[in-house]
Structures are given as C-alpha cells and as structure tokens.
C-alpha cells in the first residue's frame, strides 16, 4: 500500500514496519543500559566521535584516516588550518559536538540550519562567499571515486525560489505532520534536505549531521554512541545507487528503497553498539596486557602493533599474540595485510 508522505511516497509493508518495530523496543530498553554502562558509554561516544567525523568527510573526498582525525582533533590549532581536510574536519567535529550537546535547544528552521551549516564551513575560507546562506548556482550531489574523479548522482532543485520554496515546505512538513512514524520522518527529511541541495556545498555533511540531529531530538539517544556515518562509508556505493534509484523518479519519487537502506544502517550500528557493550562488559575477565591493548586501540582507532608496542612499553611479539587472542574473542578486527595493518574495536 502507497501512503503519500510529503512531496514523497512510501510503500508500507511488514519488512518495513518489522525494522521500525525492531528499532523502537531497542530504544525502549535504552534507558537501563544507559544507567547501567554510563562510563562505558563516555569511551563509546569518544570513539564514534572520531569515526564520524572520519567517515563523514572522506565520503565527500577527505583523505584523512580516522587515526590522523585523532590526532588532529587531540592536537588542534584553528589559527593554523591551512590543510581544506583539516578544515573539513574541525567544523563537523565542532557541529556534531554541538549537537550533541545542545540538541534539545536547536530548533528546526531554517535559520538554524543557515546557523548550522555557517558552523560547519567556518574554517574554510575557499567558503566563506557562502557559508549560511541558500546558493546561488546550480549544483549536483557528485560521488568521489577511487581514482580522485567525480560522478554526477543526480542533479538537485534549482537555485533561487525553487530551493527556498523546497526548503520552507520541507520544515514546514517536519512541523506539522504528526501521523508519520518519527523514524520516517527523520529520514526522509535528510533525504529530501540532500535533494534539494540547499548549500552550494557542504551539503552532504550536513545531512548526516541533521540524521544525527533529528533522531536525538526524536528520542533516539543511543545515535550518539555509535557511527551513523562510518556504516554509510562502508556502504558508499550503495548509499549514492539508492539515492540516484529514488531521484529518478523526482518529483513524487516512491522512497522505500531510501527508508529500506536508512533503516537497516540504523539496525547495524544499534547491533554493533549492543555488541560493544558486551565486550565492554566481558572486559573484566582480559588480563591487565589485554585492557591495555583494547583500550589503546579503542582510544587510537586504524592503530598498528609498532604503535601499539611502542606506547605501551610491551614486546611487539607479545604485542601480536595479544592481538591474535582479540580478534579470536571478537573484541576487535584488522583491515590491510603486512605493515600496513590496523586494528579496530568491533
């Protein structure tokens, strides 16, 4: 059965409503964990801090490692951001951090958003003719490919009144509907916000920032201890075929392959935060070697055994058998072969 929602129409069927259940009595049981594992969760935050932050902006071309957005966040001078990644970097750290700390405060408008999308390119001044304020030229959400190419996914609303007309309906929807699922609403909403393409950049970003924005406003708190961002980055070309799939179909695209991609991300990192947690919890029975290893790697995430060794003082023999034991109990993953090999928490 098709319900017109918005501009938009959903295709609601059990697989569909099964997910929203799925999500909703996790979030349901939230409240104890939180009470229960509030240090644990100061790690966790920390942590999917720094993968978001990573995950986010390589998808729009950063070259940052999650480990060098470490670094760089741990060590930052904004007086002397000259690198456009470092600059990219710092404004979505400064708005998720902002949003996660304020969210209940910042409104759904558009001069919040105008507010939040100046924040966002602060730093970098190739943006300053633009930051904040609706464009002014045509623009396309292009995807960067491997080779350091882009490809156009789908070209977006027109500037001038198109894009304020698009942007005025859209909050004024999100306002007024109060039948549609929350879920649904905050999807679509980072949809339809990344179809329009309101900025002349930056656009991206900040979708995934009012994903984040929209779900702790809704109630979602458990968002902000896991990584949104890094599950798209891992799922990038499907993200940008899902995208190009419904706005074929624009204006009054079906987008239930949209809510379909949307949820199931939010069902992997709700499954990897649960996971986390029973690691965390298990913890107690690691060996003094073994904490100290997971915590390193949890605190310098995309680290390798030299790091690893060489910071805590331990033999790098020692050092790969305490790794090899990690991954055998599930605590942790690597990606890459040889020297170029890192470590993860799972």
Same mark, same amino acid.
């Given at each position: 059965?098709?319900?017109?929602?918005?501009?938009?129409?959903?295709?609601?069927?059990?697989?569909?409503?099964?997910?929203?259940?799925?999500?909703?009595?996790?979030?349901?049981?939230?409240?104890?964990?939180?009470?229960?594992?509030?240090?644990?969760?100061?790690?966790?935050?920390?942590?999917?801090?720094?993968? &978001?932050?990573?995950? &986010?902006?390589?998808?729009?071309? &950063?070259?940052?490692?999650?480990?060098?957005?470490?670094?760089?966040?741990?060590?930052?001078?904004?007086?002397?951001?000259?690198?456009?990644?470092?600059?990219?970097?710092?404004?979505?750290?400064?708005?998720?951090?902002?949003? &996660?700390?304020?969210?209940?405060?910042?409104?759904?408008?558009?001069?919040?958003?105008?507010?939040?999308?100046?924040?966002?390119?602060?730093?970098?001044?190739?943006?300053?003719?633009?930051?904040?304020?609706?464009?002014?030229?045509?623009?396309?959400?292009?995807?960067?490919?491997?080779?350091?190419?882009?490809?156009?996914?789908?070209?977006?609303?027109?500037?001038?009144?198109?894009?304020?007309?698009?942007?005025?309906?859209?909050?004024?929807?999100?306002?007024?509907?109060?039948?549609?699922?929350?879920?649904?609403?905050?999807?679509?909403?980072? *949809?339809?916000?990344?179809?329009?393409?309101?900025?002349?950049?930056?656009?991206?970003?900040?979708?995934?920032?009012?994903?984040?924005?929209?779900?702790?406003?809704?109630?979602?708190?458990?968002?902000? *201890?896991?990584?949104?961002?890094?599950?798209?980055?891992?799922?990038?070309?499907?993200?940008?075929?899902?995208?190009?799939?419904?706005?074929?179909?624009?204006?009054?695209?079906?987008?239930?392959?949209?809510?379909?991609?949307?949820?199931?991300?939010?069902?992997?990192?709700?499954?990897?935060?649960?996971?986390?947690?029973?690691?965390?919890?298990?913890?107690?029975?690691?060996?003094?070697?073994?904490?100290?290893?997971?915590?390193?790697?949890?605190?310098?995430?995309?680290?390798?055994?030299?790091?690893?060794?060489?910071?805590?003082?331990?033999?790098?023999?020692?050092?790969?058998?305490?790794?090899?034991?990690?991954?055998?109990?599930?605590?942790?993953?690597?990606?890459?072969?040889?020297?170029?090999?890192? *470590?993860?928490?799972?």
């Amino acid at each position: 059965m098709d319900e017109h929602v918005h501009t938009m129409r959903v295709t609601l069927d059990w697989a569909l409503l099964g997910t929203i259940s799925k999500l909703d009595r996790f979030d349901a049981s939230w409240s104890a964990i939180e009470r229960r594992e509030g240090q644990t969760l100061k790690q966790l935050k920390a942590i999917a801090t720094v993968r &978001s932050v990573g995950a &986010s902006t390589r998808i729009e071309g &950063s070259r940052l490692s999650d480990e060098e957005v470490d670094v760089l966040l741990r060590n930052t001078d904004i007086s002397k951001l000259e690198d456009r990644d470092a600059q990219e970097v710092v404004g979505y750290f400064q708005v998720l951090d902002l949003i &996660s700390e304020s969210y209940p405060d910042i409104d759904i408008s558009e001069n919040s958003l105008k507010g939040l999308h100046n924040h966002l390119l602060r730093f970098s001044r190739k943006d300053e003719w633009h930051r904040g304020n609706y464009k002014q030229h045509s623009n396309a959400v292009e995807a960067s490919l491997p080779d350091g190419t882009r490809q156009v996914i789908f070209q977006t609303t027109a500037p001038g009144f198109a894009t304020e007309d698009a942007m005025r309906e859209l909050v004024a929807w999100f306002h007024h509907d109060e039948a549609t699922h929350p879920l649904v609403k905050c999807a679509l909403f980072a *949809y339809d916000f990344v179809s329009i393409h309101p900025f002349q950049d930056g656009n991206g970003r900040l979708s995934r920032l009012l994903a984040t924005l929209l779900l702790l406003r809704h109630g979602y708190i458990w968002i902000q *201890y896991v990584s949104l961002e890094h599950e798209i980055e891992n799922r990038k070309t499907e993200y940008y075929r899902v995208l190009q799939q419904c706005q074929s179909q624009r204006p009054g695209e079906n987008v239930s392959a949209w809510l379909a991609f949307f949820f199931d991300a939010l069902l992997n990192v709700q499954q990897q935060l649960l996971q986390k947690l029973t690691v965390q919890e298990a913890a107690t029975q690691l060996s003094p070697r073994e904490k100290a290893v997971l915590g390193f790697i949890g605190n310098h995430p995309g680290c390798k055994s030299g790091q690893i060794a060489e910071k805590l003082d331990i033999p790098g023999p020692s050092v790969k058998r305490t790794l090899a034991e990690l991954m055998a109990q599930g605590r942790i993953e690597k990606q890459g072969q040889g020297p170029a090999t890192v *470590y993860y928490l799972l």
